[in-house]
């Protein structure tokens, strides 16, 4: 196998291959993330922003299932950098689309194209690590491919866009500025993939064969991630804890939110997670070196243990003061004692009771707490009276006539507690201590975010066939499409369950205890893979 000292400067290879990470996270940020969602929603209406949701769950979808079969046509030779180019050209065209069409439909249409772009140019870009690098330096050459990212891509033209944003006061040419300015990054910034980076490792097949042979390679590649223990381990292994991982990038502003924290200062807080998570990635690679891949991703886990007692902590610290206001609001429509003649009408009185119950937690984050009070109150008056458009429907004038009474004496009871100036302050405590917290976590999350991403990605490069390197990471792709499943549907669920977001956070530990527990008793199938196949790409590089 073909050796180079690990400190060594990056050859022109490796350093087209990491530069591909700075052109490609910008998707990620303004169009996955941040900016594209939000773009899409103040253009969508009730009815795009339901569909959203699908979308987003169909595009991932569609990237998951295409990912093996798009790796195994990829391992044929001369095939890895043609599919490259196509998905780039895919992602970037179909973004630059969406800075010009008004249409919500054609907005969820073309986010999907280009969704499925992205994810299947990373398919390939993955799998290249193992014919830019060798394997002593895939760990070193994987972290600053998302150190990169994080420093280029996650950050700059993200900042820029804020900036156009900021100055335009979120007008559309803002907008538009922020989705174009995705394609022109990733565009100009993939050339050096494209230009300097060679499929060196490949299987040579006739053109004439090569569908059936790429699907039943494809087969030999599902059975064999299945029967090797080592490679099975490891793969559950990370779809377990990255599954944890991704729930903590998805969930973090959302839970943020629950708790009342301000929005700008999350948005600055994730932005020195991606400050943070650069370097740490570097360092990251410099530690596996020393202590191995294996135990620098199980260190990580442990300190998502941390990151999640912390997110436990900061909610422990607000939601007493949020229950405290669902307890009171609950109690006080109980005591109006609504009743109505029909079944129908009872349905819809809980459904709008409901309703006040969730809204009077948002309201209780608002500045001007009784004035947002005021604003839910009759918000729901509108609706209890005016029920059309709406989901409420009481039969008749009567029953309408009661809701609005009924509400409207919930409202003036819970004005009182909205002007409770002790329970304010103390509530204004606590969200500050929180807000202090969530900064905190942003730099933990930081420290391992992009380490145990860059890692997993290299360790697996080690575990599998160099020459069907692309097929492989297919798989590894789905694992990781897929891994934004489990986490979220806990939080929610225990959030359900509870009546408390902090218990939710506290449930992803589930996932990285068992991800880092499968790790740890499984170290030995894990380095016995690791053998075999250093082993078994030795020899196929002495037969070359």
């Not at 295409?66 to 050209?89: E, H, Q, R, S, Y």
């Not at 943020?256 to 370097?279: D, H, N, S, Y």
């Not at 009276?385 to 509400?407: E, H, K, L, N, Q």
Request: glycine share 8%.
């Amino acid at each position: 196998m073909r050796q180079r000292d690990p400190n060594k400067r990056f050859t022109l290879q490796e350093k087209s291959w990491i530069f591909y990470d700075w052109a490609n996270s910008v998707y990620a940020t303004n169009i996955m993330a941040v900016i594209f969602p939000i773009y899409y929603a103040s253009a969508a209406g009730d009815l795009g922003n339901k569909w959203w949701g699908i979308g987003v769950s169909l595009a991932s979808l569609i990237g998951a299932v295409i990912a093996p079969t798009l790796g195994a046509l990829a391992d044929f030779k001369g095939n890895k950098k043609k599919l490259l180019f196509a998905f780039i050209l895919i992602g970037a065209l179909a973004t630059a689309v969406l800075a010009f069409v008004g249409d919500w439909k054609w907005m969820l249409i073309g986010y999907v194209i280009s969704h499925i772009g992205f994810s299947g140019s990373c398919v390939f870009y993955d799998s290249f690590l193992t014919d830019v690098t060798t394997e002593d330096r895939m760990d070193r050459v994987s972290s600053w491919g998302y150190a990169m990212g994080y420093i280029g891509g996650s950050t700059i033209p993200f900042v820029i866009s804020i900036a156009v944003m900021l100055l335009n006061n979120y007008n559309a040419f803002s907008m538009k500025f922020a989705i174009l300015i995705v394609t022109v990054w990733w565009l100009v910034f993939s050339i050096p993939i494209l230009k300097n980076v060679k499929q060196v490792h490949y299987v040579e097949i006739p053109q004439s064969e090569l569908a059936k042979h790429a699907f039943r390679n494809l087969w030999d590649t599902m059975k064999r991630c299945v029967s090797n223990k080592g490679l099975f381990i490891y793969l559950i292994a990370y779809f377990l804890y990255i599954d944890g991982v991704g729930a903590v990038i998805s969930l973090a502003t959302n839970y943020g939110a629950t708790l009342g924290l301000g929005t700008t200062g999350m948005i600055f807080a994730l932005l020195v997670t991606q400050l943070v998570a650069a370097p740490c990635a570097i360092l990251f690679s410099k530690l596996s070196g020393k202590f191995g891949a294996i135990r620098m991703i199980i260190a990580a886990i442990a300190m998502y243990f941390v990151i999640c007692g912390v997110g436990f902590f900061m909610g422990r610290l607000v939601e007493p003061y949020q229950l405290d206001l669902v307890a009171t609001t609950r109690n006080t429509i109980k005591a109006q004692a609504v009743t109505f003649e029909s079944a129908e009408d009872k349905k819809a009185w809980e459904a709008l009771s409901k309703d006040y119950v969730e809204d009077t937690r948002a309201a209780l984050s608002a500045e001007d707490r009784a004035a947002a009070f005021d604003e839910v109150t009759a918000d729901l008056a509108r609706k209890a009276s005016d029920p059309a458009g709406v989901s409420y429907a009481f039969s008749g004038d009567a029953a309408r006539t009661t809701a609005v009474s009924a509400i409207t004496a919930v409202g003036k009871e819970l004005d009182t507690y909205a002007k409770d100036t002790q329970k304010q302050a103390d509530y204004n405590g606590a969200k500050n201590t929180a807000t202090i917290l969530f900064w905190v976590l942003a730099v933990l999350v930081g420290t391992v975010q992009g380490g145990i991403q860059a890692l997993s990605r290299s360790y697996f490069g080690k575990l599998v066939p160099q020459t069907r390197s692309a097929e492989y990471f297919g798989f590894y792709d789905v694992f990781g499409k897929f891994a934004t499943v489990i986490g979220p549907l806990l939080y929610a669920m225990f959030y359900m369950l509870t009546d408390r977001a902090s218990i939710g956070i506290l449930s992803l530990l589930i996932l990285f205890a068992s991800g880092g527990l499968l790790l740890l008793f499984g170290r030995k199938e894990l380095e016995k893979t690791e053998i075999e196949m250093r082993e078994a790409n030795a020899r196929m590089q002495a037969r070359e």
